[in-house]
């Protein structure tokens, strides 16, 4: 199917066009407006905001999986260390508890992005991402965290005919990824879309993220973390021999800082226009029957996402009695002019109508298939896709972000970074040119808002034409700020 006056549309494109609004609609009625990972019971009581001024070895700024994971490993380091983290509202209610549960191997947001900006390090850095996983993974069981961790890889599937050949040509690399051609494909996961897949076996464990966020939470308790939630910091200033976090409810002095705050505004100056916050949103369904079930098949359970520039990211889910859903997110990424935050926008009705048809057309055997949960989160993106690291004050305050949606399992590495560069002993991983060289910021407003807008239109023309990148995305390749993942 072609747009009036111009190329193809894709699978998904025509998908919006031919399910009835009435149909989204009816799926879409009653679904509630909060992340489901965050709607459980299980979810711990809130501990007490800070309310007077304190001294510690360490301050840990930010509740989500990189503040915890650089509290708890500190800890591991040096078991006598005084580690305080602050959270501005509660543990993992950001992008720690609404983003999708994959937990991946890749430091760089895939191995092509990585051999594009660091040729030199690329294959080290697949190895130290992998090492990195299964670290997190013995970590997960050797403090019991129930976050239904599971090795189940994912699977990127082709949608598109010029997509097939993309995945053929990754076949033979590594035997633990396996090209899957259109009737091995649609045995593994039943949906008329799909053209070729490759399953990456090792690559990727998925998990419940909220959960694994809990779980670390209470890791550095029983280590003796000190948490104070609903603590936001509004300043950080030099002392002379310390750092002072100033807060609602006193003063934070602290010999090393942390700062692990990821899509919210900086607190050094320096990094705030190396990153933007791009919304990102997903729906889950109610739990399936068992026809439906079987009708789908999926039995090993692999993350799934396809090869659009605007990808879907979709798997299954399980809840606590055993029943089984499916999350469906991705494709829009929205920029708000300013960078700005906010919660109104964590609910989009456009995007979650779009959502919709989209998965209707991937399971169309699922057409009585309901939504019970609908929402978005912000995503810390920086230029090249993968995180950064800074240090100030004198090396006493180390900094990281930009992990750009893939930050599951790289915030342990990105942890483990920032605990090497307080420590201020060299290691492999800050020698690592991805240590030391920063992306290329954005520019201030207007320029960020119109080189957004201006990328994501090319983009999109680029999916509609076979995948092939036009004079704009070609230019940012040339200057750095490309992405291919």
């Known amino acids: 199917m072609k747009r009036a006056g111009g190329p193809d549309l894709t699978a998904y494109e025509q998908a919006e066009q031919q399910i ?13 407006p909060e992340p489901f990972w965050l709607d459980d019971p299980a979810r711990p ?12 070895d360490l301050a840990v700024v930010g509740g989500g999986y990189s503040g915890l994971w650089t509290a708890l490993m500190a800890k591991e380091r040096d078991p006598g260390r005084r580690v305080v983290l602050l959270e501005g509202r509660r543990i993992g209610w950001a992008a720690s508890g609404r983003n999708g549960g994959f937990c ?4 760089t947001h895939g191995d092509a992005n990585g051999q594009k900006h660091l040729p030199q390090e690329a294959a080290r850095l697949r190895e130290l991402g992998q090492e990195n996983l299964e670290q997190l993974a013995a970590a997960v069981a050797r403090y019991g965290i129930d976050c239904g961790f599971e090795w189940t890889g994912t699977l990127s599937v082709a949608t598109a005919e010029h997509q097939v050949q993309w995945l053929r040509d990754e076949e033979g690399q590594d035997p633990d990824i396996v090209f899957l051609d259109q009737e091995a494909v649609r045995k593994e996961v039943g949906s008329p879309l799909f053209r070729a897949g490759l399953w990456d076996r090792k690559g990727t464990a998925m998990l419940n993220p909220a959960r694994l966020a ?18 936001p910091v509004r300043g950080l200033r030099n002392s002379g021999s310390a750092v002072e976090l100033r807060t609602d409810g006193g003063t934070v002095t602290a010999e090393q800082v942390a700062l692990a705050t990821n899509v919210f505004p900086s607190l050094l100056r320096r990094t705030r226009l190396h990153t933007v916050p791009v919304y990102d949103y997903a729906l889950m369904t109610g739990p399936l029957g068992a026809e439906q079930l079987r009708a789908i098949g999926w039995h090993n359970r692999q993350g799934l996402a396809d090869l659009d520039n605007r990808f879907h990211y979709y798997r299954l889910a399980t809840d606590p009695d055993g029943g089984t859903r499916i999350l469906f997110g991705g494709y829009d990424a929205v920029y708000h002019y300013g960078r700005r935050l906010r919660p109104e926008y964590e609910q989009r009705e456009a995007t979650f109508t779009r959502l919709a048809a989209h998965f209707f057309a991937t399971f169309p055997q699922l057409e009585d298939a309901k939504f019970t949960h609908q929402w978005g989160g912000a995503i810390d993106t920086c230029s090249r896709f993968f995180p950064f690291f800074s240090t100030a004050h004198g090396g006493r305050v180390a900094f990281a972000a930009g992990y750009t949606g893939l930050g599951v399992g790289a915030t342990r590495f990105g942890a483990n970074v920032m605990l090497d560069l307080l420590a201020g002993t060299p290691t492999e ?4 040119a991805m240590v030391r060289r920063k992306p290329l910021p954005f520019p201030p407003e207007p320029l960020a808002w119109l080189g957004i807008k201006t990328t994501t239109a090319a983009l999109i023309r680029a999916d509609r034409n076979q995948g092939r990148r036009g004079p704009w995305l070609k230019a940012m390749d040339a200057v750095g700020m490309g992405f291919d993942s």
């Open 429 to 432: 991983r800050t020698e690592l």
């Open 20 to 32: 009835p609004r009435s149909r989204t609609a009816a799926a879409l009625a009653g679904a509630r």
């Open 214 to 231: 809990w779980g670390l939470q209470r890791a550095c308790l029983a280590a003796g973390v000190e948490i104070f939630e609903h603590t």
């Open 45 to 56: 009581d809130p501990l007490p905001a800070l309310a007077a001024d304190t001294a510690t």
């Open 104 to 107: 991946e191997a890749s430091l």
